[in-house]
């Protein structure tokens, strides 16, 4: 069996997930799966750096070895590896491929007020024609500003521009270059050309000559130099699939038809469909709509929800070494009805979840009788909402008549959300693959192999290895 490594890296920690195949395309399909392997798993989270929340990624880098290592001592070498991470954060380099300064995270509060402020420089109707990104702050395009009016020098001295996933691939290979789906969540992007826009960079005092050309997610084969190949050998190589994380969970969604949102659920809830170019209008963007790069040249037409974020902070603070499913299980006993802004800014990054949920109940005279576990339920059912009010928008933008929901990713474990979901939105729900992220990654590389044919099989494939789930509308 051929073996494809897919290393999926979020916000809280990665996965290194094996990915094989039983049986060859042509063979027979009842014996015919994907088979998957999680290799090694490693926590991740921020550090404290100059004042701000920074990633540590010579520690990703060492976590990664040490999944490179348990391969070696097992004797497998994969035909090829790929990363994803989430969208928007980013490196600098100067000219001796050192990085500059540190890789702030986007939660980091130095984005503050920038949403705001860009106005003053390109009005927002003009940029969402020009970017079709949703407005939310920690955008690069915001990240740059802040940047350039704190420490300028470093963009002075940039002579490379990397995303996370770029740059741990050039630390494998030796090789920089620019992967379309998560260069597409910076806001200097040209969302018909899928190009940087020089001209937006020129006009907002920024770098216009260290980025690479975006490159289409499986378009590219890198070889693997120092530890990473004395560990996987001369055989191995990195085949860049789609690096932004969701980008790699829609690659994996078995779609029945075209009919059916996509809800990519973890600490992001990420809803939409897969569109063949943006949609730049002026009801998209008050919609707050965001058009990011797909596999295959699509769009990714979504909106980005705050997630499970919150819940997780709150289980964090109010019910350590509770599992979800007995956390979960406690709300569901709860007779609370509140709902809130589960986008309101204040939920990005509050030194305390539970305080600020309980500051924005106060607000609105909803404080009076609150327990710890009302929280929890409070949040599960925004988000169900939440998603209601998303996919009546999206109806609204595309005129299509949605008749599904397909969620993917760890949010999709949860029983009660998924039934919350039906009853918010009012339509079937299907369910997995949980892996959505990194079994897509893996497709990807698979694709590029040859190994699959095409997307039809590739969903064929999840559909009969993986579990799918299904809530109809009772």
Same mark, same amino acid.
């Given at each position: 069996m051929k073996h494809y490594l897919a290393i999926d890296i979020g916000a809280s920690g990665g996965v290194m997930l094996l990915v094989g195949r039983t049986a060859s395309a042509g063979d027979d399909p009842r014996?015919?799966?994907l088979v998957t392997e999680p290799v090694y798993r490693? *926590?991740?989270?921020?550090? #404290?750096?100059?004042?701000?929340?920074?990633?540590?990624?010579?520690?990703?880098? /060492?976590?990664? *070895?040490?999944?490179?290592?348990?391969?070696?001592?097992?004797?497998?070498?994969?035909?090829?590896?790929?990363?994803?991470?989430?969208?928007?954060?980013? !490196?600098? @380099?100067?000219?001796?491929?050192?990085?500059?300064?540190? #890789?702030?995270?986007? =939660?980091?509060?130095?984005?503050?007020?920038?949403?705001?402020r860009l106005a003053d420089y390109v009005p927002d109707d003009e940029l969402y024609r020009v970017n079709g990104l949703q407005r939310i702050n920690f955008n690069t395009i915001y990240q740059f500003?802040?940047?350039?009016?704190?420490?300028?020098?470093? %963009?002075? =001295?940039?002579?490379?521009?990397?995303?996370?996933?770029?740059? @741990?691939?050039?630390?494998? #290979?030796?090789?920089?270059?620019? *992967?379309y789906t998560n260069a597409s969540t910076t806001g200097l992007l040209n969302a018909r050309t899928r190009d940087w826009d020089r001209g937006l960079l020129a006009r907002l005092g920024l770098p216009t000559d260290i980025y690479f050309e975006p490159k289409a997610p499986g378009s590219q084969s890198l070889p693997l130099v120092g530890r990473a190949a004395e560990l996987l050998g001369p055989g191995s190589r990195i085949v860049v699939p789609a690096t932004h994380d969701t980008g790699s969970a829609y690659v994996a969604l078995p779609a029945r038809d075209e009919r059916t949102v996509y809800l990519s659920s973890g600490t992001w809830s990420?809803?939409?469909?897969?569109?063949?170019?943006? !949609?730049?209008?002026?009801?998209?963007?008050?919609a707050n709509y965001t058009n990011e790069g797909g596999y295959g040249g699509t769009i990714r037409f979504l909106k980005n929800i705050m997630g499970l974020w919150l819940a997780q902070n709150l289980r964090r603070e109010l019910f350590p070494g509770v599992s979800w499913d007995d956390l979960e299980a406690r709300a569901?006993? &709860?007779?609370?009805? @509140?709902?809130?802004?589960?986008?309101?800014?204040?939920?990005?990054?509050?030194? &305390?979840? &539970?305080?600020?949920?309980?500051?924005?109940? /106060?607000?609105?005279?909803?404080?009076?009788?609150?327990?710890?576990?009302?929280?929890v339920r409070i949040v599960y059912r925004s988000? /169900?909402?939440? +998603?209601?009010?998303?996919?009546?928008?999206?109806? &609204?933008?595309?005129?299509?008549? +949605?008749?599904?929901?397909?969620?993917?990713?760890?949010?999709?474990?949860?029983?009660?959300?998924?039934? %919350?979901?039906?009853?918010?939105?009012?339509?079937?729900?299907?369910?997995g693959p949980a892996e959505g992220s990194a079994i897509g990654n893996a497709i990807v590389q698979m694709l590029a192999d040859g190994e699959i044919r095409d997307l039809v099989e590739a969903h064929a494939l999840v559909r009969r290895s993986e579990k799918i789930g299904r809530y109809p509308v009772s």
């Amino acid at each position: 069996m051929k073996h494809y490594l897919a290393i999926d890296i979020g916000a809280s920690g990665g996965v290194m997930l094996l990915v094989g195949r039983t049986a060859s395309a042509g063979d027979d399909p009842r014996t015919d799966r994907l088979v998957t392997e999680p290799v090694y798993r490693f *926590e991740n989270g921020y550090v #404290s750096r100059g004042g701000h929340d920074c990633w540590d990624l010579e520690r990703l880098l /060492a976590e990664i *070895e040490t999944g490179f290592a348990e391969l070696a001592k097992r004797g497998i070498a994969p035909v090829s590896l790929g990363i994803d991470t989430w969208g928007v954060d980013f !490196v600098l @380099l100067d000219e001796n491929q050192e990085i500059i300064g540190d #890789s702030v995270a986007y =939660r980091d509060h130095r984005t503050d007020g920038w949403p705001e402020r860009l106005a003053d420089y390109v009005p927002d109707d003009e940029l969402y024609r020009v970017n079709g990104l949703q407005r939310i702050n920690f955008n690069t395009i915001y990240q740059f500003m802040a940047l350039r009016e704190t420490d300028p020098e470093q %963009l002075e =001295r940039a002579r490379h521009f990397l995303m996370l996933p770029d740059y @741990l691939h050039y630390r494998l #290979s030796g090789v920089m270059t620019n *992967e379309y789906t998560n260069a597409s969540t910076t806001g200097l992007l040209n969302a018909r050309t899928r190009d940087w826009d020089r001209g937006l960079l020129a006009r907002l005092g920024l770098p216009t000559d260290i980025y690479f050309e975006p490159k289409a997610p499986g378009s590219q084969s890198l070889p693997l130099v120092g530890r990473a190949a004395e560990l996987l050998g001369p055989g191995s190589r990195i085949v860049v699939p789609a690096t932004h994380d969701t980008g790699s969970a829609y690659v994996a969604l078995p779609a029945r038809d075209e009919r059916t949102v996509y809800l990519s659920s973890g600490t992001w809830s990420l809803i939409g469909d897969i569109l063949p170019e943006p !949609v730049l209008t002026e009801a998209a963007m008050r919609a707050n709509y965001t058009n990011e790069g797909g596999y295959g040249g699509t769009i990714r037409f979504l909106k980005n929800i705050m997630g499970l974020w919150l819940a997780q902070n709150l289980r964090r603070e109010l019910f350590p070494g509770v599992s979800w499913d007995d956390l979960e299980a406690r709300a569901r006993q &709860s007779r609370c009805d @509140l709902l809130i802004d589960v986008n309101d800014t204040r939920f990005l990054a509050p030194e &305390s979840m &539970s305080r600020e949920v309980r500051a924005y109940l /106060a607000e609105r005279g909803q404080s009076a009788g609150i327990e710890d576990i009302d929280l929890v339920r409070i949040v599960y059912r925004s988000l /169900a909402r939440s +998603y209601q009010a998303a996919v009546e928008e999206l109806a &609204s933008l595309t005129g299509k008549d +949605y008749h599904a929901i397909h969620i993917t990713g760890g949010g999709c474990r949860s029983d009660w959300l998924n039934r %919350l979901c039906v009853e918010a939105t009012g339509l079937e729900v299907h369910t997995g693959p949980a892996e959505g992220s990194a079994i897509g990654n893996a497709i990807v590389q698979m694709l590029a192999d040859g190994e699959i044919r095409d997307l039809v099989e590739a969903h064929a494939l999840v559909r009969r290895s993986e579990k799918i789930g299904r809530y109809p509308v009772s």
